[in-house]
């Protein structure tokens, strides 16, 4: 059973909601795809630091209250970090000893029964055109060794309200923001093998592909054939920009 929402996270939400229904115009699909039976992992495309508010908009609009996975540094600012404990998200200490407690506390929160939302990329996509790119392996890490679902949420529109790595919104007039979860990603072929870094690839490429795939029926582009490489500077087949 879903753990209650805490006294700031309902003031917190009731706040935000209040100001994006006013700078933003709901086009929201796919609810009935967010399990109510167990929790799940929510993954999303990211282009925009709006994205965090957008996507956690259209889960807690839909019954699912959102924790999400943030870098530790946010945690330790005086007033943020003490807001982001109070709001139940979980600090992912990346390149220490300590990474693997955003791991277990993750899984802890999906096994009693609460969502999470992840942006797997772990950062703002490097794409020139805004598509998905390579993602990290922590959401299909964490999917597959808690059972849980992953449910694919694509969303377009919020780099219109908040351009990327922009820190000026432009609030008027309201954005229309697009948000599809679609049915969950079928990982049965992954589940009884290792956790082995192929397995990983595979899965997380599963998650990468399918959002990408979401994203241009959304847009009503196609996608490019191979998703941005953050490492390479381009495309992971070698071929830029």
């Not at 805490?6 to 609810?31: C, E, M, N, P, Q």
């Not at 530790?72 to 979980?90: H, M, N, T, W």
């Not at 679902?149 to 919104?169: D, F, N, S, T």
């Not at 007039?173 to 969950?184: E, S």
């Amino acid at each position: 059973m879903a753990t209650p929402e805490t006294r700031g996270y309902r003031a917190a939400a009731i706040f935000l909601r209040s100001i994006f229904g006013t700078v933003t115009r709901k086009d929201w699909h796919g609810a009935e795809n967010l399990p109510t039976d167990s929790g799940f992992i929510a993954v999303s495309n990211h282009v925009s630091y709006a994205d965090p508010i957008t996507l956690a908009h259209y889960l807690y609009n839909n019954g699912h209250p959102p924790r999400f996975l943030a870098k530790s540094s946010l945690f330790e600012a005086p007033v943020l970090g003490r807001a982001l404990y109070g709001l139940d998200q979980i600090p992912v200490f990346r390149g220490t000893a300590r990474a693997k407690d955003s791991v277990d506390k993750g899984i802890e929160v999906l096994r009693r029964g609460d969502c999470i939302a992840m942006f797997p990329e772990g950062t703002l996509t490097r794409d020139p055109d805004l598509w998905p790119m390579v993602a990290r392996p922590g959401a299909a890490r964490m999917a597959l060794d808690s059972g849980v679902p992953i449910i694919p949420v694509a969303q377009w529109g919020a780099h219109r309200l908040l351009a990327p790595y922009g820190k000026v919104p432009k609030p008027f007039p309201p954005k229309r923001i697009t948000v599809v979860a679609g049915p969950p990603i079928d990982f049965t072929d992954l589940a009884d093998q290792g956790r082995d870094a192929e397995t990983l690839r595979t899965a997380t490429d599963r998650i990468t592909s399918t959002l990408t795939a979401m994203l241009a029926d959304i847009r009503g582009e196609d996608a490019p054939a191979e998703p941005w490489d953050m490492r390479k500077g381009g495309r992971r087949s070698g071929g830029g920009a």
